[in-house]
């Protein structure tokens, strides 16, 4: 990511029974922690139109030799919650280079093959209704936009996002915080951006101009961000495994006087999973685990017209890997999307499931709509330019910071293991930020 400008930083105020960031760390757990922010409400009242300034932030990337890693273990998944509907060594790169006569696909340099594609059909509908237009049915339209004001007085970033519950919002921390952003960082610092707002389902209407008015931009209008929940290790910069092993985070969106959260508005959140829920050994990398995957989001250089670059929504089936050692934990796939994708989800078994009878079956893992990770570095050729085409993410699951396999509240309610399981457990849980109790996450009860 483009080195953010500098932030113009504000105390902001925390509820008293708000727990501290990094109080409740053991000395064996030091920087193991989540982060929590809310925004002042005054702050958020203030709607002037930010002005549309700086390009898209580019998101991270890796140079070609780090994709070489060791995948030597393994672990076992899990996936949390049903999806909400509404009311032995890595191989060389060489050795895929088979996989490029599958067909349809595309592939980079790399040759890690992909199909990459809008989400929309040649002609318009028939009938301009929600049950025509794709990105406005479930499951896509959990996916939006996500618009980052840094200062008050930066233009805006830009990176997609997807709902993880009722009124909360999954995306890639590197978004909302440049990594080591804040070495010192403890309770009454404020890491968060000036303002962000994110929009589903974001089409050619939805601009910056026309967010601070909520609900005049794309085809369910803006939501303001007033909370973040953010793993401390990666505003402090020292994530064991640098930045991509905890590239996550969490942000709740402001109610609105009408239809107040997304789920109102019929839009429903995705499930997550864990340790690479639905991931398996197979033949084509030994020991090394491999799912089919699909990603969603806004890339900046792929538009359905020259007009709208950036504003139509993408997507992506891939077949993803692990990528495992002692210290680093992410995923891999073939992607032909850009900056600006950043944040988006990675999803097994997305859509709409089929009715089965008689010889088919769903076979094993079969849980659908899972987010197993957020889109968060791509592999560059070193002079900017996304010729590979590989793409990847944080793991959602445990890692050296995120260690627990579960991550339970005082009720006894596991919210899953490592990064995400801790993340959730803050946001929603009654111990930490109690989110769930304002009806903001997968239930609220």
């Not at 989400?119 to 996500?146: C, E, F």
């Not at 004001?149 to 921390?173: D, N």
């Not at 070495?183 to 939805?206: E, I, L, W």
Request: charged share 15%; net charge positive.
């Amino acid at each position: 990511m483009a080195v953010f400008l500098r932030k113009y930083l504000v105390t902001l105020t925390l509820s008293s029974l708000v727990f501290s960031p990094t109080a409740y760390l053991s000395a064996k757990e030091k920087n193991q922690g989540v982060g929590f922010e809310v925004v002042d409400s005054e702050e958020l009242n203030e709607l002037t139109a930010p002005t549309n300034l700086p390009p898209i932030y580019p998101m991270p990337f890796l140079p070609k030799g780090k994709l070489r890693l060791d995948s030597a273990l393994r672990s076992t998944s899990t996936f949390k919650e049903k999806s909400g509907s509404s009311p032995q060594g890595a191989p060389e790169l060489g050795g895929l280079s088979s996989l490029s006569n599958i067909e349809p696909s595309r592939y980079g340099t790399f040759k890690y093959p992909h199909t990459t594609q809008l989400v929309r059909g040649y002609k318009p509908a028939k009938k301009n209704t929600a049950k025509d237009s794709i990105t406005t049915t479930s499951p896509y339209n959990r996916v939006g936009k996500l618009y980052i004001q840094q200062s008050k007085y930066s233009g805006m970033g830009r990176c997609s996002a997807s709902m993880i519950g009722r009124g909360l919002v999954l995306t890639a921390a590197h978004c909302l915080f440049s990594y080591k952003e804040a070495p010192n960082y403890k309770k009454g610092d404020s890491v968060a951006p000036y303002r962000t707002y994110f929009v589903p389902s974001a089409n050619k209407t939805t601009n910056t101009a026309s967010l601070a008015a909520l609900s005049a931009t794309g085809p369910y209008g803006a939501w303001q961000v007033d909370g973040y929940v953010f793993p401390v290790c990666y505003v402090k910069g020292n994530c064991t495994g640098g930045w991509t092993s905890n590239d996550i985070a969490l942000i709740r969106l402001k109610k609105r006087n009408t239809k107040p959260l997304p789920w109102n508005n019929g839009i429903g959140y995705f499930g997550y999973g864990w340790n690479n829920y639905g991931f398996v050994s197979n033949g084509l990398f030994g020991s090394i685990k491999s799912n089919q995957i699909t990603q969603l989001g806004y890339p900046a250089a792929i538009g359905d017209t020259t007009s709208n670059y950036g504003g139509a929504m993408t997507r992506t089936d891939s077949l993803a890997r692990e990528f495992k050692s002692r210290t680093v934990n992410r995923n891999v796939w073939g992607s032909m999307q850009s900056p600006g994708a950043s944040g988006g989800p990675a999803i097994v078994n997305f859509g709409m499931n089929p009715k089965v009878k008689f010889q088919a079956t769903y076979g094993s893992a079969k849980a659908h709509n899972i987010l197993v990770g957020t889109l968060s570095f791509g592999y560059d050729d070193g002079n900017n330019w996304f010729s590979p085409h590989v793409l990847g993410a944080s793991i959602f699951g445990k890692t050296p910071n995120f260690p627990k396999s579960k991550y339970k509240d005082s009720t006894g309610k596991n919210w899953g293991a490592g990064n995400i399981g801790a993340l959730m457990d803050y946001a929603c849980s009654k111990d930490h930020a109690n989110w769930k109790a304002g009806g903001y996450c997968q239930s609220s009860s």
